[in-house]
Structures are given as structure tokens and as C-alpha cells.
């Protein structure tokens, strides 16, 4: 029987787990610092979590170095599957990755920029490493469309259009990220993860909007994702995912319970 996911996220900045609201920015003030990622990882690997997403934010060379150094000591103490992503333009940088503990890594903006990225690393690694990361909004026409720069940058690319292009160059999975929704607590985009679980054969992981247990259960059986992800209610301790696999269960969603 298929198992949906629950998944943490942690938005690494300088070596530190941040958090902030719709896509917020450190040099303009806009994020907040949680705590210590390895620490965090270690709760969740602890709670039961079904995989553990990292996002250099800093996205640099000295933020590389930092996260290189989380992930071989998470790896070292979790046995979830990692995914990180965050300043990865080549395949050498998915190949650093992958060697430091990672299952998979996930490319946003250097996709957009270098479609052909995405073709490298699932002829090299295999799709199943391969995570496309899509920020999405909806514009004043009502059409979903790409940002990239951490969604300070509008592409045009319509959405569906990017996702069902990236699935067919390789990528092995989505993860979906609602700009306006995120870290808001005002529930997934139901509307639209449906819609690209529909359309494409991959996994989709849906992100940003959550604030309550009925918000994981509307987008896994509503909306027909794969795995829901959440940064800000896992890590103040709102929710906590041993509780929250037990409401899905009863609510008939089938989750692996700690």
C-alpha cells in the first residue's frame, strides 16, 4: 500500500536553521533564527519523520562549506533520507553533496538558467536523486508562474508547463512551493497541487501554507500529493509529527508510524 510522507524542512543560513514568511530574506531582516540543524535533524530522525530536507539559503562558498559539514554529521547520527538543495549549479556540486551523506539534491534557479542540469544529473546519479524544486505564484491573470532567487525573480515560465518539462528531462520528484503561503499557516494550495499531481508521474511534495493537522490531511488526500512538507509548525513545536501521523491515520491516510 502506498505510504504518504511527512517532511521537515530546514533553511540553513551561516551554519543556523532559520525561519521567516514568504520567501523573507536575511539582509532585509526578514528571518529568525530556530536553532542548531544537526540538533534538529536528530529530533526529527527521533519523532519519526519520513525524510529531512536541507536548504542552504546562504548559497555561497563559505554556506557550502557549512553545509557540507551539517550533513555528514546528521548522516552520521539520522537514518532518514536527506535531500538538500540551495546554490547547486554543476554536477560536481551534486556530486559533494551525495558524497557528504545525501540521498538526494534538489536544483531550483540553476535549472530554470541550465535545463540541461537536470539531464546531467539523472543520467549520472539516476532520476531518483534528482528533486526539481518549483517556487510558484499566481499572477494578476490568474496563471501560476516561476520565480527563481529564492522568489525574488519572476521567469514567465508557466508552471505546469516548467514541471511537466522537468519531469521529462529526468527529474525524479517535485516539491511544490506556494511564494504567497509560505510560513502564512493558511493551508496548502490545494488547487494547484492537485493539478500538478495529476499531470505528472512523479512524486509531488507539497509546500508551504502549513498551520494545523487538517492542513497535511487536506493536500495528501484533496490535493493527491505524495508528501507534504513544513518548516515553521514542526520546528516551534505547534505540531509534532508523532501526534500528526496519528491524526492522519485515524482520518484513514496511510503514513509510517514511528
Same mark, same amino acid.
Given at each position: $500500500?502506498?505510504?504518504?510522507?511527512?517532511?521537515?524542512?530546514?533553511?540553513?543560513?551561516?551554519?543556523?536553521?532559520?525561519?521567516?514568511?514568504?520567501?523573507?530574506?536575511?539582509?532585509?531582516?526578514?528571518?529568525?533564527?530556530?536553532?542548531?540543524?544537526?540538533?534538529?535533524?536528530?529530533?526529527?530522525?527521533?519523532?519519526?519523520?519520513?525524510? =529531512?530536507?536541507?536548504?542552504?539559503?546562504?548559497?555561497?562558498?563559505?554556506?557550502?562549506?557549512? $553545509?557540507?559539514?551539517?550533513?555528514?554529521?546528521?548522516?552520521?547520527?539520522?537514518?532518514?533520507?536527506?535531500?538538500?538543495?540551495?546554490?547547486?549549479?554543476?554536477?560536481?556540486?551534486?556530486?559533494?553533496?551525495?558524497?557528504?551523506?545525501?540521498?538526494?539534491?534538489?536544483?531550483?534557479?540553476?535549472?530554470?538558467?541550465?535545463?540541461? =542540469?537536470?539531464?546531467?544529473?539523472?543520467?549520472?546519479?539516476?532520476?531518483?536523486?534528482?528533486?526539481?524544486?518549483?517556487? +510558484?505564484?499566481?499572477?494578476?491573470?490568474?496563471?501560476?508562474?516561476?520565480?527563481?532567487?529564492?522568489?525574488?525573480? /519572476?521567469?514567465?515560465?508557466?508552471?505546469?508547463?516548467?514541471?511537466?518539462?522537468?519531469?521529462?528531462?529526468?527529474?525524479?520528484?517535485?516539491?511544490?512551493?506556494?511564494?504567497?503561503?509560505? #510560513?502564512?499557516?493558511?493551508?496548502?494550495?490545494?488547487?494547484?497541487?492537485?493539478?500538478?499531481?495529476?499531470?505528472?508521474?512523479?512524486?509531488?511534495?507539497?509546500? #508551504?501554507?502549513?498551520?494545523?493537522?487538517?492542513?497535511?490531511?487536506?493536500? =495528501?488526500? /484533496?490535493?493527491?500529493?505524495?508528501?507534504?512538507?513544513?518548516?515553521?509548525?514542526?520546528?516551534? #513545536?505547534?505540531?509534532?509529527?508523532?501526534?500528526?501521523?496519528?491524526?492522519?491515520?485515524?482520518?484513514?491516510?496511510? +503514513?509510517?508510524?514511528?
Amino acid at each position: $500500500m502506498f505510504t504518504h510522507r511527512i517532511i521537515p524542512c530546514l533553511d540553513v543560513h551561516d551554519g543556523r536553521v532559520t525561519r521567516g514568511q514568504q520567501f523573507g530574506r536575511a539582509e532585509e531582516g526578514g528571518l529568525r533564527n530556530v536553532g542548531d540543524p544537526v540538533e534538529l535533524a536528530v529530533r526529527y530522525n527521533e519523532d519519526g519523520a519520513d525524510e =529531512l530536507v536541507f536548504y542552504d539559503i546562504t548559497a555561497s562558498a563559505q554556506g557550502r562549506k557549512y $553545509m557540507l559539514e551539517v550533513i555528514e554529521r546528521t548522516a552520521e547520527k539520522c537514518f532518514m533520507p536527506l535531500t538538500v538543495g540551495g546554490g547547486i549549479r554543476t554536477v560536481e556540486d551534486m556530486r559533494q553533496l551525495l558524497r557528504a551523506g545525501a540521498d538526494k539534491v534538489s536544483i531550483n534557479s540553476s535549472a530554470v538558467l541550465n535545463p540541461r =542540469l537536470i539531464n546531467e544529473g539523472a543520467e549520472i546519479f539516476g532520476s531518483q536523486c534528482i528533486v526539481l524544486s518549483v517556487d +510558484v505564484k499566481k499572477n494578476a491573470r490568474g496563471i501560476y508562474t516561476v520565480y527563481v532567487q529564492g522568489g525574488r525573480k /519572476e521567469t514567465g515560465l508557466e508552471a505546469l508547463a516548467w514541471i511537466e518539462e522537468g519531469v521529462k528531462r529526468g527529474a525524479g520528484e517535485i516539491v511544490l512551493n506556494s511564494i504567497e503561503r509560505d #510560513g502564512m499557516k493558511t493551508g496548502y494550495d490545494i488547487e494547484l497541487t492537485r493539478e500538478v499531481s495529476t499531470r505528472v508521474s512523479v512524486p509531488v511534495v507539497a509546500s #508551504g501554507g502549513a498551520g494545523k493537522m487538517e492542513d497535511f490531511l487536506a493536500v =495528501l488526500t /484533496e490535493g493527491k500529493a505524495d508528501a507534504a512538507l513544513a518548516a515553521g509548525v514542526f520546528h516551534s #513545536g505547534e505540531i509534532r509529527i508523532p501526534e500528526l501521523k496519528a491524526f492522519l491515520r485515524r482520518q484513514g491516510v496511510n +503514513v509510517r508510524m514511528p
